[in-house]
């Protein structure tokens, strides 16, 4: 059965086949055969530990099958609104609303130990007051208090790039939901050391 190919990017392609979405990792040339496939067996194993444990925390697309001869991971199709292309369309509170949904199930992650490693609402989808988080690929396990402010420093930065109007509002509000963590103020006081790097090399 053919399916709709609706993303084709550097590590994977994303592709509709009926009900489920097929991630498919990419070959890539400049490898060895054999060092690639080990590569994209072993990052195709990983992924879906991360999303598997995910999903008992928060909403991600339930995996259905995983096939490690062709690196592909199957997955619920989730028929929603995605956030990089609908956030700014809500109304404002609703955008509040949405933010804070965020920065708790980043919360539950962290507070497990997932750092997701690429949030951004091109990897966020609103369902019914639901938010979807999506594409694992760049994620890990990792409990250390630095890759947590990273990961929240990553979705600041996609906020003020995709949803300037409001990003710093909306940001608070990610905060406020953040909040819930154990480790909230240990992370939030590295975050604020992480933006400061961050200005520090934009000076120059």
Same mark, same amino acid.
């Given at each position: 059965?053919?399916?709709?190919?609706?993303?084709?990017?550097?590590?994977?392609?994303?592709?509709?086949?009926?009900?489920?979405?097929?991630?498919?990792?990419?070959?890539?040339?400049?490898?060895?055969?054999?060092?690639?496939?080990?590569?994209?067996?072993?990052?195709?194993?990983?992924?879906?530990?991360?999303?598997?444990?995910?999903?008992?925390?928060?909403?991600?697309?339930?995996?259905?099958?995983?096939?490690?001869?062709?690196?592909?991971?199957?997955?619920?199709?989730?028929? /929603?609104?995605?956030? %990089?292309? @609908?956030? $700014? !369309?809500?109304?404002?509170?609703?955008? *509040?609303?949405?933010? =804070?949904?965020?920065?708790?199930?980043?919360?539950?992650?962290?507070?497990?130990?997932?750092?997701?490693?690429?949030?951004?609402?091109?990897?966020?989808?609103?369902?019914?007051?639901?938010?979807?988080?999506?594409?694992?690929?760049?994620?890990?396990?990792?409990?250390?208090?630095?890759?947590?402010?990273?990961?929240?420093?990553?979705?600041?930065?996609?906020?003020?790039?995709?949803?300037?109007?409001?990003?710093?509002?909306?940001?608070?509000?990610?905060?406020? /939901?953040?909040?819930? %963590?154990? @480790?909230? $103020? !240990?992370?939030?006081?590295?975050?604020? *050391?992480?933006?400061? =790097?961050?200005?520090?090399?934009?000076?120059?």
């Amino acid at each position: 059965m053919k399916g709709k190919i609706l993303q084709q990017g550097a590590e994977a392609n994303i592709i509709l086949q009926g009900n489920k979405i097929i991630k498919r990792r990419v070959k890539k040339s400049y490898r060895l055969p054999s060092i690639d496939e080990k590569i994209r067996k072993l990052r195709t194993r990983a992924e879906t530990k991360l999303l598997e444990k995910a999903g008992q925390i928060i909403d991600i697309p339930k995996v259905i099958d995983v096939n490690e001869k062709t690196q592909e991971i199957s997955m619920d199709f989730i028929n /929603g609104k995605k956030l %990089s292309e @609908n956030l $700014d !369309s809500f109304p404002f509170s609703d955008q *509040k609303k949405i933010c =804070r949904i965020l920065g708790s199930n980043i919360a539950k992650l962290h507070d497990s130990g997932i750092i997701h490693g690429d949030l951004t609402t091109s990897n966020m989808i609103y369902v019914y007051d639901k938010v979807y988080f999506i594409d694992f690929g760049l994620g890990f396990i990792s409990h250390k208090i630095e890759d947590k402010a990273v990961d929240l420093h990553l979705l600041r930065q996609a906020l003020e790039a995709k949803h300037f109007k409001h990003w710093k509002e909306l940001f608070d509000e990610v905060l406020r /939901g953040y909040s819930a %963590s154990k @480790n909230s $103020d !240990s992370v939030l006081k590295q975050f604020r *050391k992480v933006e400061a =790097r961050g200005r520090y090399k934009e000076s120059y």
